[in-house]
Every structure is written in C-alpha cells, then in structure tokens.
C-alpha cells in the first residue's frame, strides 16, 4: 500500500475545492480520475469522500452539502497589514448567518487540537471584521475519522439582541469542544 496520509489530505482538499453541493463531488472525482490525479489509493479514498459528503447522516453536513448558502472554499481572506488566511469553506446564509469550515482528514491529535481551533476562530474573527453577519459559526470537520462534527465556536452579533446591525461589535461565546452527534 503506497497510501501517505499527507498526499491523501492534499488530494482531499483539491477535490473538495470546487464542492459547493454535494452531486458536485462525483463531477470532481470523475475530472480527477480524468487527469491521472487519484493515484494508487485515491478510489479507496473517493469512496470514503462520497460516504462522508454525500450520504452522511449528520444534519449539519447535510446542511452544509445540501444548497441554499453562497459558497466560497479556499478563497483568501485579506487583512490589512496582517497578512492572508486561507479558509477550506465558508458558507453565507440568507438568513445573514455565516460557516466557516476547516476540513480535517488525519485523525484528531490532541496536540494540534488547539492549534486548529485557533486557526477557526481566526477566519472567524476576520469574518466579522469584514461583515456584518447575525451569527458566525466555526467548525472543523475530521471528515473520515469521526461522525459528528466540532463546533468551535459562534459568535452572535448584537443586532440578535436588538442593538444596530453592521456596527461590528461581537458578544462571543465560546464553546469548546461542543459535539453535535449524528
């Protein structure tokens, strides 16, 4: 078995790219197979991909697959003197909330752990610097080793409590290691 974990993620991250709804998967599998891209490993892993995007129980994945958000998946998000992040996926609902998705494909690590979950409050944090958004939820989905997904946090604007929207100012709460089960 020729499998490294790291190529796998990397092949996992570039089919899940172009993935705004669930059905866009098989396309991008099959341009994938296509281009000689899949390699030795990768219908073992198109096989779990499909399983976990497109035929997952989990409401939220379900959510996050099924339409109805503006999408946009590994598109820069500019600071000022800061520098670039570079978010997985985040999804923009008519209803004025945002989700920000950081995928995960090795198991969860509890060394790096914490390390992710910064990284997601900080798309976070840029979000709703750059919008004016009623609540921003973040997460990260370890896509083949766990059926639930981890909510990092949610920030709710105060125009949820009746204050103006797009003033920018956020209450946070924080929740760590929230677990939405199947």
Same mark, same amino acid.
């Given at each position: 078995? $020729?499998?490294?974990?790291?190529?796998?993620?990397?092949?996992?991250?570039?089919?899940?790219?172009?993935?705004?709804?669930?059905?866009?998967?098989?396309?991008?599998?099959?341009?994938?197979?296509?281009?000689?891209?899949?390699?030795?490993? %990768?219908?073992?892993?198109?096989?779990?991909?499909?399983?976990?995007?497109?035929?997952?129980? *989990?409401?939220?994945?379900?959510?996050? /697959?099924?339409? %109805?958000?503006?999408?946009?998946?590994?598109?820069?998000?500019?600071?000022? *003197?800061? %520098?670039?992040?570079?978010?997985?996926?985040?999804? /923009?609902?008519?209803?004025? $909330?945002?989700?920000?998705? !950081?995928?995960?494909?090795?198991?969860? !690590?509890?060394? $790096?752990?914490?390390?992710?979950?910064?990284?997601?409050?900080?798309?976070?944090?840029?979000?709703?610097?750059? %919008? $004016?958004?009623?609540?921003?939820?973040?997460?990260?989905?370890?896509?083949?080793?766990? !059926?639930?997904?981890?909510?990092?946090?949610?920030?709710?604007?105060?125009?949820?409590?009746?204050?103006?929207?797009?003033? *920018?100012? /956020?209450?946070?709460?924080?929740?760590?290691?929230?677990?939405?089960?199947?």
């Amino acid at each position: 078995d $020729s499998r490294n974990p790291r190529q796998e993620g990397t092949l996992c991250h570039g089919l899940m790219e172009r993935v705004v709804v669930a059905a866009d998967l098989d396309r991008e599998l099959r341009r994938a197979r296509s281009l000689g891209k899949l390699g030795p490993f %990768g219908e073992s892993v198109a096989d779990k991909l499909r399983r976990r995007v497109c035929d997952n129980t *989990n409401a939220e994945v379900r959510r996050w /697959f099924g339409g %109805g958000a503006k999408v946009i998946t590994e598109r820069p998000l500019l600071r000022e *003197n800061i %520098g670039l992040k570079r978010p997985d996926r985040v999804m /923009f609902w008519p209803d004025g $909330s945002v989700d920000v998705i !950081d995928y995960k494909f090795g198991a969860q !690590d509890p060394k $790096s752990g914490p390390v992710y979950h910064k990284q997601v409050r900080d798309y976070m944090a840029w979000l709703a610097e750059s %919008g $004016s958004y009623t609540e921003i939820r973040g997460w990260l989905w370890y896509v083949f080793y766990s !059926d639930e997904t981890d909510l990092v946090e949610k920030s709710l604007t105060r125009a949820t409590y009746g204050g103006k929207a797009g003033k *920018n100012l /956020f209450r946070r709460t924080k929740i760590a290691q929230f677990r939405l089960l199947k």
